[in-house]
């Protein structure tokens, strides 16, 4: 068994309404899988759009505005997420009538969760809500419902959202990230001091926990 000095620690800051965030996760672990390190991965919070209203936007027309991606670009964009999504097994089902959410409440659940050890399963669990169901992220009770599909007590999550009793922690590990200058996601720290912006792609991955390995020998 491994050291713990032996394990590599990845910190990952994501939202999970960022495409892209599943995509480099999911390639990470491709590569984490071929190489066998021996690793223990912890998420963190960020909000795409801090300021999104409760009601949301339709993802298009939020993409427009903040990118000023035309309506081709988009089908573009949306396309090729599809294709390497399913090359690593996760599927994406754009719609013209999606929408983008405020998901701040959706962080405040994955600390709670943290708390019982199921952080990761939930955060796997909201990005298949999002991108492949299509629920909506902004009701505290698709919320609720989620995390009960992972294991966690329904009731227990829609307390936890009606009382917004970690909302402080949530917004202060937000802002330590902001402070370290992360602008953008999904950002992976490696052992503590090497940041990767971006999904990097399999390949890139694997380089670089060769790099680490050589490094930690």
Do not use: C, K
């Given at each position: 068994m491994p050291s713990p000095s032996q394990t590599l620690r990845i910190d990952i800051v994501s939202d999970v309404v960022c495409p892209w965030c599943i995509i480099g996760y999911r390639q990470l672990a491709q590569a984490?899988?071929?190489s066998g390190s021996a690793h223990e991965i912890h998420w963190h919070p960020f909000e795409l759009n801090p300021d999104m209203p409760a009601a949301g936007q339709n993802l298009r027309e939020h993409v427009a505005e903040k990118y000023g991606t035309t309506k081709a670009q988009s089908a573009d964009s949306r396309?090729?997420?599809?294709?390497?999504?399913?090359?690593?097994?996760?599927?994406?089902?754009?719609?013209?009538?999606?929408?983008?959410?405020?998901?701040?409440?959706?962080?405040q659940l994955l600390h709670w969760a943290d708390r019982h050890g199921r952080m990761h399963d939930l955060e796997q669990a909201l990005f298949a809500a999002h991108f492949t169901q299509r629920r909506n992220l902004s009701d505290p009770a698709v919320l609720a419902d989620v995390a009960a599909e992972v294991g966690l007590e329904r009731g227990d999550a829609l307390a936890v959202l009606a009382d917004q009793r970690f909302a402080a922690d949530v917004?202060?590990?937000?802002?330590?990230?902001?402070?370290?200058?992360?602008?953008?996601?999904?950002?992976?720290?490696?052992?503590?001091?090497?940041?990767?912006?971006?999904?990097?792609?399999?390949?890139?991955?694997?380089?670089?926990?060769?790099?680490?390995?050589e490094m930690a020998d």
């Open positions: 984490l899988e071929a396309s090729r997420m599809s294709e390497i999504g399913a090359d690593l097994g996760f599927e994406f089902r754009f719609a013209d009538d999606m929408r983008m959410h405020n998901t701040f409440n959706a962080h917004r202060a590990a937000e802002h330590a990230w902001l402070s370290q200058g992360i602008r953008g996601v999904p950002a992976m720290i490696f052992n503590r001091r090497h940041l990767v912006t971006g999904a990097q792609g399999v390949e890139n991955y694997r380089r670089i926990l060769a790099q680490l390995a």
